[in-house]
């Protein structure tokens, strides 16, 4: 064996402890007390999952927040600020503030990642240009996607369309929409399907980031993706309408993503920054509860989305904080649902992704996590640190646990 993991506990049974052997940057054995040589670490009956997810972050906009206003700090105000600021971004700016937040999340666990990257007139294709290197540089530590979307319209904005399909054809694999800025929402979403098909590439749409919950975009998604079989590759992110939502219109909107076999991605940072910012009393939180749509048979995950910047002037890239974030601000307190929280950062995302090759079983890649906790709902409820992460079998990260020094 090339690594050892001893004395580790798994998420579906924490009981006991059991050694993970990894060979050939992949898991060759799971069992107690493994009889074979390699270099051997002992976890001490710590939690080891599967590597975390990004499934939302936007790395081409992170770390601007020193060139940018986040004065009445509403959406309108955020796309605008970013709008001016994108104009003098060069491909050298965007790697070297994608890579700094790159770095952030391979030291907090994560070893996938799906990340949004707009193209338009005003940008070009520089944040592309930007990112792209990455994905070979990092490879030995996290594996990159990025998805395509113009933040700014399609339909409205000249030019736009042709250099999505120009980023697509030059190293986006997923197709991405933000109809809400668009002056034909149903007209954007219609391209964006017939892209994905031309491309045959999976679809991740910002949608129905609003306060209430009327005129829902989702159920015409819904209805598209029924009518040309892409339930399982249609992925939606915010949608803080639902947040604002009676329980009928919840549960219709839970039934129809469910059945069309559309995921969900909630940002619990950047919607709880963003919305409310018309209430002066009683403030909504902007947060969609997706353990609740979960137990009516959405596939949900939790993401970080924007980093230092208008849209969330906060960040540290810990997917840890944002699943103790969400529990906190939607009030989730069933032992189950907490442990839902922590799936919804690795096997719900996984999911969402389309990842095959993901899991803590022999056979698959050993990107996996050792988390200074014993159970999952511990580590999302105490914020436990990653301590080791490993990428194909290969550590990537090393985090000493605290130690206190007592006196005497």
Request: aromatic letters at 6%.
């Amino acid at each position: 064996m090339d690594t050892i993991l001893k004395n580790a506990r798994l998420l579906h049974d924490v009981s006991s402890t059991v050694d993970i052997g990894i060979d050939g940057g992949r898991i060759a054995a799971i069992t107690p007390g493994l009889d074979a040589d390699g270099d051997t670490v002992d976890l001490g009956g710590r939690l080891v999952s599967p590597g975390f997810i990004e499934t939302h972050i936007h790395l081409d906009k992170s770390c601007i927040l020193e060139r940018c206003k986040a004065e009445r700090g509403d959406l309108d105000e955020a796309i605008a600020e970013v709008t001016k600021a994108k104009v003098a971004f060069t491909a050298e700016d965007v790697y070297a503030r994608a890579r700094r937040t790159l770095e952030k999340c391979i030291a907090n666990g994560t070893t996938h990642m799906r990340t949004q990257l707009e193209v338009d007139p005003g940008i070009g294709l520089r944040g592309l240009e930007g990112v792209l290197p990455l994905i070979n540089e990092y490879k030995w530590a996290i594996d990159i996607e990025i998805c395509i979307f113009p933040q700014e319209g399609l339909l409205n904005n000249p030019g736009t369309d042709e250099l999505m399909v120009a980023a697509l054809q030059g190293g986006g694999s997923v197709v991405g929409a933000a109809p809400y800025t668009d002056s034909d929402p149903h007209g954007q979403i219609d391209r964006i399907f017939e892209m994905a098909r031309e491309f045959d590439i999976d679809i991740d749409m910002h949608l129905d980031f609003g306060p209430d919950p009327d005129n829902l975009d989702l159920l015409y998604v819904c209805e598209l993706t029924e009518k040309f079989g892409y339930g399982g590759r249609v992925a939606i992110g915010h949608v803080t309408k639902l947040s604002g939502a009676p329980p009928a219109v919840f549960d219709k909107a839970a039934t129809r993503l469910a059945d069309a076999g559309v995921a969900l991605t909630v940002l619990p940072s950047t919607d709880l920054y963003l919305m409310g910012r018309h209430m002066e009393h009683s403030v909504m939180r902007g947060v969609t509860a997706t353990h609740k749509l979960l137990h009516k048979g959405v596939n949900c995950s939790l993401s970080t989305n924007n980093v230092l910047n208008p849209f969330t002037p906060f960040g540290d890239c810990s997917l840890i904080r944002m699943a103790n974030l969400y529990a906190n601000i939607c009030q989730v307190g069933a032992r189950d649902d907490i442990r839902e929280c922590f799936n919804m950062i690795t096997a719900r995302s996984a999911a969402l992704m389309n990842l095959d090759d993901y899991g803590l079983e022999v056979g698959k890649s050993a990107d996996l996590v050792v988390l200074d906790a014993e159970q999952s709902e511990a580590a999302v409820a105490e914020l436990a640190p990653v301590l080791y992460a490993y990428k194909r079998g290969r550590r990537t990260l090393t985090r000493a646990p605290v130690v206190l020094h007592r006196p005497g």
